[in-house]
């Protein structure tokens, strides 16, 4: 099993705060050393630090828990290999591009007979059962919508109806984004909150380390957080319903259905 | 304008030494202060280090210098913005998946005419020449060969005539590589090296740094950088023609036609 944290935010926002509690499950806190990454969007484009060491021991998670990276949107996750060996192209976030957009996923959970899954246009150039799920919903969109996205609302029912149906194949936990939306779909377990004015202080449960996000914030930041369990032991997180889609866009949680 | 720098090497090598160079090109002694970024391929997987800032003043590209991050191929690029203004999506190198291999992919020059190029299956993000350029070749190799790439000499001669036709468009110097293989295309200025035993000492051209290169490989190893002009004083570089192309595997050479 894996650990998933993403971002949606209405200003360019880092993440430093939750890394350092995601960090820790990455070997230190959580089982969690079969490497990590983590994607942040600024527009349209985004960059990706990934690495197949253990996330508590990188030098590249220490740069990226140190040097604030600003953000609209970030998908991040931390790895234990299941399905496909330790290795660079086993490593989350996945990204591709479709219809001039770059698509970010991460998952976390197993899936059975995932090699089953139809191939269309994206191939998996690792081993998981989670590139493959993801390569999946993106044939399935582009074999749909060849050129262009439809509406909005057609494109994440469509999303989520793909994930309903991978979900009956095991654990489906996701994360997937273009920059403009996160996309979030429970199977068994995730959990959000949206940090808006007033703002508090919070206190991570992984390490001894608490944030007053007043000093780091303007009144207008709406700030959304999304990971597997809560980062944080003073907050009131959502508890995500197994079968559940949440789509939030510029921190804000949008209608879905 | 833009610099480009890549590598080919028959073990896992790091870059640091010649990204110690490259780097200062990027704002300090070259104008190229539009960016820069750097992918590693660790075997089939890869991941890419980029930032809109210039590299030399860059906290990112500080550890890309310090930390020897160990890879077989690396495609690395510092932007001075002409084409697309100065952005993450606009930043090179770019990468997308084919055949279910990341192809990574660096251009310096500038081309006349790109919005008329034909788009196919892979559509630009941003709005450089550069990254049109990139998604014409992939999309024409994909509309030949939609499920798997043909023998490799067939599909590098390919690559070499769809860039024969990019150069008619302006300026057209190339890095491209799918993890295994670097090809290399000379618009108009382009320089190679292939470092093997008995290893010596090199002297940086833009910065008052040496390395000696025995103290730091083992006998076996071969090791092919590329750059846009050669990166050391005391060392002899290849300077590649125009309208020549070049294929790098496990740092030697291979012939191509």
Known sequence: MCELLGMSA????DICFSFKGLKERGGNTGPHKDGW??????????????????????????????YPIKSNVVVGHVRQ???????????HPFTRELWGRYWTYAHNGQLKDYKSLPQGRFKAVGTTDSES??????S??????PDKPPARKQLFRLIKKLSD????????????????YLFCYCSTKLHWITRRAPFGTAQLSDVDVDIDFSQETTPNDVVTIVATLPLTTN????????????????GEKVELL
């Open 133 to 138: 799920a993801f390569c999946f919903i993106l």
């Open 165 to 180: 149906r991978l979900k009956q194949q095991g654990v489906f936990n996701l994360l997937l984004s273009d920059g403009e």
């Open 10 to 13: 209405n200003v360019p926002t």
């Open 140 to 145: 399935e969109l582009a074999a749909r919508y």
């Open 81 to 91: 290999a299941n399905r496909g060996r330790v290795a660079l192209e086993n490593t």
């Open 235 to 250: 907050e009131r997180w959502q508890a995500m319903a197994p079968g559940e889609a949440c789509l939030f866009k510029a």
């Open 37 to 66: 990454g983590i994607a942040f969007y600024q527009g349209k484009g985004v960059t990706t630090f990934k690495d197949a060491q253990a996330s508590h021991q990188s030098e590249v998670a220490k740069l990226v828990t140190d």
